[in-house]
């Protein structure tokens, strides 16, 4: 199983659209404190539908409670300035897919430190400064899908 980790999300209507693909691809979902919103937040609650018993979500205080926490696994972390392209990585079950928030990305420091594990989503027009989260969480997860061989198109 996958993990998709939003490391300080600050926009809740993001958050619930990651949660409703999440359960949609029976994908472990992590947040990472702090958030930029209530858990009982209603945009939040809205944007992930009626799909939140079909979430299985975990809330960390930190990111190196996470990483404590599953210390035999491969995290790749998402930024616009990543070494590989997100579709040349060959992913593994139980990989964790790490995305930062949507004001600020991930922490430089976290960044440097795992500089051979960053992944991008290319931009090709170069007036547009970013993408959505929920739609480079997406773009990321489907393609890993992809590799592992899950057709999620499947019923």
């Known amino acids: 199983m996958l993990h ?6 600050r926009i809740p209507q993001n ?3 990651v949660a409703r693909l999440c359960a949609a691809t029976a994908t472990e979902l992590h947040l990472v404190r702090p ?3 209530r858990l009982d937040n209603r945009a939040l609650r809205r944007a992930g539908l009626d799909y939140w018993e079909h979430v299985n979500m975990h809330v960390h205080r930190s990111f190196d409670e996470l990483t404590e ?9 998402a930024t616009k300035q990543g070494a590989l392209l997100y ?3 060959r992913y593994s079950p139980d990989d964790f897919l790490v995305f930062g ?4 990305g991930l922490p430089a420091a976290l960044l440097e430190a795992n500089s051979e594990r960053t992944i991008r989503v290319p931009i090709l027009n ?4 970013s993408l959505n989260l929920a739609t480079t969480v997406a773009i990321v997860l489907y ?3 992809r590799q592992l061989g899950h057709d999620v198109t499947r019923r």
């Open 4 to 9: 998709v980790v939003l490391v300080a999300p």
């Open 15 to 17: 958050t619930g659209n």
């Open 35 to 37: 958030l930029g919103f």
């Open 69 to 77: 926490t599953h210390p035999n696994h491969t995290f790749y972390f």
């Open 87 to 89: 579709s040349d990585v």
């Open 101 to 104: 928030s949507e004001t600020h």
């Open 126 to 129: 170069p007036a547009v400064r």
């Open 143 to 145: 393609e890993a899908l």
